[in-house]
């Protein structure tokens, strides 16, 4: 992360590899929003995935990544065509900035909530014996944490006493002034981006070796073991997608920090800053191949020898 304004230091990303970039996006996201709107139809006109407490979460993660690919990735893609912010201004960028880092933030938020939750719901008989309980302990916390992060960065992009100097040649115009305070610059980044990220794979894997212990102390039945085993690797299948799509990101972020004096180098700007814009890329490969369901109705489509 970039802390100090005389720090920041950064050459514009060469235009042959902003249109690799762009071609790149474009490839991946028209095959990503299909993917995207068959699972919709799936979910809604299949009562049995709608109605499962375990879907909730998967299915508004889904769409947080469909409304990434839609709306930000494309205006990154403007901008990786022709290497210039277009329109050039203040307001554009901010807004830019403020729906890119709350719904990315949102979605990473969203899924340490249901690494944490997916524990108690295999482990938990009666998950919510009560309506009220299901709503205050599951859809409030699902609010809370798709709602946080617009608050939160509408007063950082457009509250925060500070004036933004936004670089057009770069991607997401560099960054909003705030970026470059170090307190809210560290606050930001821990609280929204260290933590989620760091807790996720350890919330999955947890739950992964919780599963085998408790399979081995006690007799589990079968009908449950298959279920509960579906649903972990599930999380890991998603939870390896998040890590390699932010881990380097955030590594070398700490890197950065703590060695750097917050100069970020070239390359991690036009590498690993467009990393985490694979994880809604992919995501809905990824539940489409990790659900049994799913992968039944691809395989009875496929054409029979």
């Not at 809370?144 to 939160?152: A, E, K, L, R």
């Not at 670089?167 to 610059?185: I, R, S, T, W």
Request: hydrophobic share 50%.
């Amino acid at each position: 992360m970039l802390n100090e304004s005389e720090n920041a230091i950064i050459v514009s990303s060469p235009r042959l590899l902003n249109r690799i970039k762009f071609l790149c996006f474009l490839a991946f996201q028209i095959p990503s929003l299909i993917c995207s709107i068959y699972l919709f139809f799936r979910y809604i006109k299949t009562e049995t995935l709608r109605r499962s407490i375990h879907n909730d979460i998967i299915i508004i993660l889904l769409f947080s990544s469909f409304l990434f690919v839609l709306i930000p990735i494309s205006l990154s893609e403007s901008f990786l065509f022709t290497s210039y912010v277009q329109p050039a201004n203040d307001i554009f960028c901010s807004i830019w900035t403020w729906i890119h880092y709350s719904i990315n933030i949102s979605n990473l938020i969203l899924m340490t909530f249901a690494c944490s939750e997916r524990h108690w719901l295999i482990f938990r008989l009666n998950h919510f014996p009560r309506r009220t309980d299901r709503f205050k302990y599951h859809f409030i916390p699902i609010v809370i944490c798709m709602v946080y992060p617009w608050i939160f960065y509408l007063i950082l992009i457009f509250v925060y006493p500070c004036k933004s100097e936004y670089n057009y040649n770069q991607l997401l115009c560099l960054a909003p002034c705030y970026f470059f305070n170090v307190l809210m610059g560290n606050v930001d980044t821990i609280i929204n981006n260290w933590i989620p990220i760091f807790s996720i794979p350890c919330l999955s894997f947890s739950l992964f070796l919780r599963f085998l212990l408790q399979k081995r102390r006690m007799q589990m039945n079968l009908v449950d073991w298959k279920r509960d085993r579906k649903l972990i690797l599930q999380l890991l299948s998603v939870t390896i997608l998040y890590v390699l799509g932010w881990a380097p990101l955030q590594t070398a972020a700490i890197y950065i920090n703590f060695y750097l004096g917050g100069v970020s180098p070239q390359f991690v700007v036009d590498y690993f800053y467009i990393l985490p814009y694979f994880i809604h890329l992919f995501y809905p490969f990824v539940i489409l191949f990790s659900h049994s369901e799913f992968r039944r109705r691809i395989h009875l489509v496929q054409p029979q020898d």
